[in-house]
């Protein structure tokens, strides 16, 4: 039976169970889709001029977890579970973390154009919903709640160990790609960010120690500086707003500009030293959001010195539910700290990514009727490598991809990769783009080696879009 030990740490487990890295190393330069231009500014699409279907042009779902995954927790394999809750605990580090990504295309578009004949400008548009969220590994935090601190007597517990942030926002955007000539693209795109919710807790500091007292049988001593932010969840949350449509309509307008705002751009390049060789590199979300409204933040900072709990974590009593035993202790903390709670303006940077990578093209396609290249030209094949970077809390995080392209004609392209990440060694990913017509439809699935059995596996994810895309070269 599951006790309220292992409350913490099963929600941050549920966290990483339903969205994905932000990796998408399937999509970067397979530019027949034409979302691949998000990854990369300087991306030139294969056509004159797409539509994405609204709401069906991009998505983008998975999970992630880099020390741990669902089958260790919730395997039926006869053992208890708060054994394998222990396990798992000791297990983890405090730079093991659960993640939780997700995009979502509202509605996108784009058209080549420029002087002349060759149109050597590109102009993409839209607006997407992203959610992105990281939660470290609280390890002192669950070993306090899994052991208790009377068998810890003399052991600091550091309070830095609790990090985690989050948000959901819409993204505005804006770019253009310029063929500078024949050998160099740039590409720009300009963002404006609207926050739905906010959480921020990362720079937390301190420790908590017990240790045997003098006037009670054990003191307790806080060094802290711990802060908790948050934006546009407080009125959501309010008991008095019981109306549905109300919270409706706030996030209707929080998706059009009426959530706290800011600034971002993406810069892309695509270099071609020769005719088969290529370097493209992006730096995505430089920029902020200065949240300003619906605040809720909290901050304790200072040392305190307690002796009349004794324990503060013992064993639950006879009778006493976990949810009265959690309540007794939340009130003792009431008492104890001073909390301060404010409504400061404060300020976030988006997590910069970084993309980069170089590619071989080979296997030229030759017309049979005249021995010559065909009209739409170009390689049949390619493969490249591709490094992969974003600023994360505590460190970044770094994926490193091998990848195969290749044109079976001009309806269908596949595209295969071979990742090393924070999350697993082995992740294959499989890619296809096929056209029907003006219709344009891709399926991108990491970890597929994985997908027999997800709950071994610490990462997946799929991409799919519809497009309608006309003028193709």
Same mark, same amino acid.
């Given at each position: 039976?599951?006790?309220?030990?292992?409350?913490?740490?099963?929600?941050?487990?549920?966290?990483?169970?339903?969205? #994905?890295?932000?990796?998408?190393?399937?999509?970067?330069?397979?530019?027949?889709?034409?979302?691949?231009?998000?990854?990369n500014?300087?991306?030139?699409?294969?056509?004159?001029w797409?539509?994405?279907?609204?709401?069906?042009?991009?998505?983008h779902?998975?999970?992630?977890?880099?020390?741990?995954?669902?089958? +260790?927790?919730?395997?039926?394999?006869?053992?208890?579970?708060? $054994?394998?809750?222990?396990?798992?605990?000791?297990?983890?580090?405090?730079?093991?973390?659960?993640?939780?990504?997700?995009?979502?295309?509202?509605?996108?578009?784009?058209?080549?154009?420029?002087?002349? =004949?060759?149109?050597?400008?590109?102009?993409?548009?839209?607006?997407?919903?992203?959610?992105?969220?990281?939660?470290?590994?609280?390890?002192?935090?669950? =070993?306090?709640?899994?052991?208790?601190?009377?068998?810890?007597?003399?052991?600091p517990?550091?309070?830095?160990?609790?990090?985690?942030?989050?948000?959901?926002?819409s993204? &505005?955007? =804006?770019?253009?790609?310029?063929?500078?000539?024949?050998?160099?693209?740039?590409?720009?795109?300009?963002?404006?960010?609207?926050?739905?919710?906010n959480?921020?807790?990362?720079?937390?500091?301190?420790?908590?120690?017990?240790?045997?007292?003098?006037?009670?049988?054990?003191?307790?001593?806080?060094?802290?500086?711990?802060?908790?932010?948050? #934006?546009?969840?407080?009125?959501?949350?309010?008991?008095?707003?019981? +109306?549905?449509?109300?919270?409706?309509?706030?996030? !209707?307008?929080?998706?059009?500009?009426?959530?706290?705002?800011?600034?971002?751009?993406?810069f892309?390049?695509?270099?071609?030293?020769?005719?088969? &060789?290529?370097?493209?590199?992006?730096?995505?979300?430089?920029?902020?959001?200065?949240?300003?409204?619906?605040?809720?933040?909290?901050?304790? /900072?200072g040392?305190?010195?307690?002796?009349?709990?004794?324990?503060?974590?013992?064993?639950?009593?006879?009778?006493?539910?976990?949810? +009265?035993? &959690?309540?007794?202790?939340?009130d003792?903390f009431?008492?104890?700290?001073?909390? +301060?709670?404010?409504?400061?303006?404060?300020?976030? &940077?988006?997590?910069?990514?970084?993309?980069?990578?170089?590619?071989?093209?080979?296997?030229?396609? =030759?017309?049979? $009727?005249? /021995?010559?290249?065909?009209?739409?030209?170009?390689?049949?094949?390619?493969?490249?490598?591709? @490094?992969?970077?974003i600023?994360?809390?505590?460190?970044?995080?770094?994926?490193?991809?091998?990848?195969?392209?290749?044109?079976?004609?001009?309806? @269908?392209?596949?595209?295969?990769?071979?990742?090393?990440?924070?999350f697993?060694?082995?992740?294959?990913?499989?890619?296809?783009?096929?056209?029907?017509?003006?219709?344009?439809?891709?399926?991108?699935?990491?970890?597929?080696?994985?997908?027999q /059995? @997800?709950?071994?596996? !610490?990462?997946?994810?799929?991409?799919?879009?519809?497009?309608?895309?006309?003028? !193709?070269?």
């Open positions: 039976m599951m006790t309220g030990k292992g409350l913490i740490f099963i929600f941050m487990m549920l966290i990483g169970s339903y969205v #994905s890295s932000q990796n998408k190393q399937l999509l970067f330069g397979f530019n027949d889709i034409p979302q691949s231009v998000l990854i500014p300087s991306t030139s699409l294969d056509n004159d797409f539509v994405g279907i609204p709401l069906l042009s991009h998505v779902l998975g999970f992630g977890s880099s020390g741990v995954s669902a089958f +260790d927790l919730f395997a039926d394999d006869g053992r208890d579970f708060n $054994d394998k809750l222990g396990s798992v605990i000791f297990q983890l580090e405090p730079n093991d973390f659960f993640m939780a990504t997700q995009q979502l295309d509202v509605f996108s578009g784009g058209f080549a154009f420029g002087r002349g =004949i060759e149109k050597d400008r590109y102009l993409s548009f839209g607006m997407y919903l992203e959610t992105d969220i990281i939660a470290y590994h609280p390890k002192d935090y669950a =070993i306090l709640a899994y052991e208790g601190n009377a068998s810890n007597i003399g052991r517990f550091d309070i830095s160990d609790f990090n985690v942030s989050g948000e959901m926002i993204v &505005w955007h =804006i770019g253009i790609t310029k063929n500078v000539n024949e050998k160099f693209t740039l590409g720009a795109r300009a963002k404006i960010y609207s926050s739905i919710f959480v921020s807790s990362t720079n937390n500091k301190g420790t908590f120690i017990t240790q045997e007292g003098q006037n009670n049988l054990l003191i307790h001593t806080f060094d802290i500086d711990f802060s908790y932010y948050s #934006s546009g969840i407080k009125s959501l949350a309010d008991d008095n707003n019981s +109306d549905l449509s109300n919270d409706i309509k706030t996030l !209707r307008r929080r998706l059009l500009f009426g959530g706290n705002l800011g600034l971002g751009l993406d892309g390049f695509t270099y071609r030293p020769s005719e088969q &060789w290529t370097v493209e590199a992006s730096l995505l979300d430089l920029g902020f959001i200065r949240h300003s409204k619906d605040l809720d933040n909290y901050v304790v /900072n040392s305190y010195v307690y002796e009349g709990i004794n324990p503060l974590f013992p064993e639950v009593p006879d009778g006493q539910t976990a949810e +009265d035993y &959690w309540n007794e202790v939340a003792n009431e008492e104890l700290f001073e909390v +301060d709670s404010t409504a400061t303006k404060y300020t976030t &940077w988006r997590p910069t990514k970084l993309n980069a990578a170089v590619r071989y093209s080979f296997g030229k396609h =030759i017309s049979k $009727d005249c /021995n010559c290249l065909a009209e739409d030209g170009g390689y049949l094949n390619a493969i490249g490598a591709q @490094l992969f970077a600023r994360r809390p505590k460190a970044p995080q770094i994926a490193l991809t091998a990848y195969y392209y290749r044109r079976i004609f001009n309806g @269908l392209q596949l595209k295969a990769t071979y990742t090393m990440d924070s697993s060694f082995t992740n294959v990913g499989l890619g296809m783009s096929a056209d029907l017509g003006p219709l344009n439809f891709y399926l991108l699935a990491d970890n597929v080696l994985e997908y /059995n @997800l709950t071994k596996s !610490r990462s997946a994810s799929v991409q799919f879009g519809l497009n309608l895309v006309f003028g !193709r070269k």
